[in-house]
């Protein structure tokens, strides 16, 4: 609907079977009570960026700030291919408009906070997933949340203020 606010979501949320189990994570919340007020614009980077469904399980590895993006059985570094998709997405994902963006925590892709990167084996939760961080750098002030933190009712509230605020915005530099 050409009146209701854009948000981008992970895909799997909307119950779309994008997981590389080749199940989805559908949120009730977020497809039900959300979509009757946004229009959402659903994103897997796994599959953008040419990904089977289902494919072999993945996680960040190596320096939390800089993480690779690797197979776990196979060894595969998914990490260039998965950045350059990245690059290219948030491009296109200009011309939606977006005024947020709800992604899967947990993701090594989407995860926004807390994301498990290992280093020699052990697992720190201290990582930003790749898709997650090329939002959150080429949008910094686009809100973006993940959809377990929305059941906080202090964080849903916040995010959606942002997320007005957000199209407010939009609105007024349109006139400009």
């Known amino acids: 609907m050409e009146n209701l606010l854009k948000i981008g979501v992970s895909a799997c949320l909307l119950g779309e079977k994008v997981r590389y189990d080749g199940g989805d ?30 494919r072999e399980a993945m996680r960040l590895e190596g320096d939390p700030l800089h993480p690779r993006l690797v197979t776990i059985a196979s060894r595969l570094d998914l990490t260039e291919r998965m950045l350059a998709w990245c690059r290219e997405s948030v491009v296109e994902l200009e011309r939606e408009e977006l005024c947020g963006f709800i992604l899967k925590e947990g993701s ?57 605020a957000c199209r407010h915005v939009q609105k007024i530099l349109d006139r400009v």
């Open 25 to 54: 994570k559908l949120d009730r919340f977020i497809s039900g009570t959300l979509g009757r007020s946004f229009d959402f614009v659903p994103v897997c980077p796994e599959v953008g960026c040419g990904l089977s469904v289902p």
């Open 108 to 164: 090594p892709s989407s995860g926004c906070f807390r994301v498990k990167v290992y280093n020699h084996g052990v697992a720190e939760e201290c990582g930003r997933g790749l898709f997650a961080a090329a939002v959150a750098g080429h949008f910094p002030h686009l809100p973006v949340e993940e959809e377990g933190r929305l059941s906080e009712p202090h964080v849903r509230e916040y995010f959606f203020e942002r997320v007005i």
